[in-house]
């Protein structure tokens, strides 16, 4: 049974850092893209990051490109989220997600979603 187990949200203060975690586990993601999403209340879910769980090619947002890094460790199976340089506007509750995508930007080709944790930054 695959899971993907998110942790690391929280309140804090705009300008802050967090570091999110996505516990994988149940199968093989070396052909995986690894995926972060976001979701504010009344918003759409929203793409943040990805990685190319076997080649560490990562793609990013323009609203986060620059603040946010997105990496891997493949002895632990997770995939982090650095947040830098919080902004009020991050505040949403964060998804990780696995797929083999071809879009990796787009939610639908991911096949497996975490539970979400939620971050709130405040001004």
């Known amino acids: 049974q695959v899971q993907l187990v998110e942790s690391g949200g929280g309140l804090v203060q705009a300008g802050a850092s967090l570091r999110l975690s996505c516990a994988a586990s149940g199968r093989t993601f070396s052909s995986y893209v690894m995926g972060w999403f976001r979701q504010a209340p009344g918003n759409e879910r929203d793409f943040v990051a990805a990685?190319?769980?076997?080649?560490?090619?990562?793609f990013y947002a323009n609203s986060v490109k620059g603040r946010f890094t997105i990496s891997r460790d493949n002895a632990k199976n997770t995939v982090y989220l650095q947040m830098n340089s919080l902004k009020p506007e991050d505040t949403a509750v964060y998804y990780c997600?696995?797929?083999?995508?071809?879009?990796?930007?787009?939610?639908?080709?991911?096949?497996?979603w975490g539970q979400g944790t939620q971050v709130t930054v405040s001004s």
């Open positions: 997600a696995a797929g083999r995508v071809g879009r990796v930007a787009g939610s639908r080709g991911y096949d497996y």
């Open positions: 990685i190319i769980w076997s080649g560490g090619d990562t």
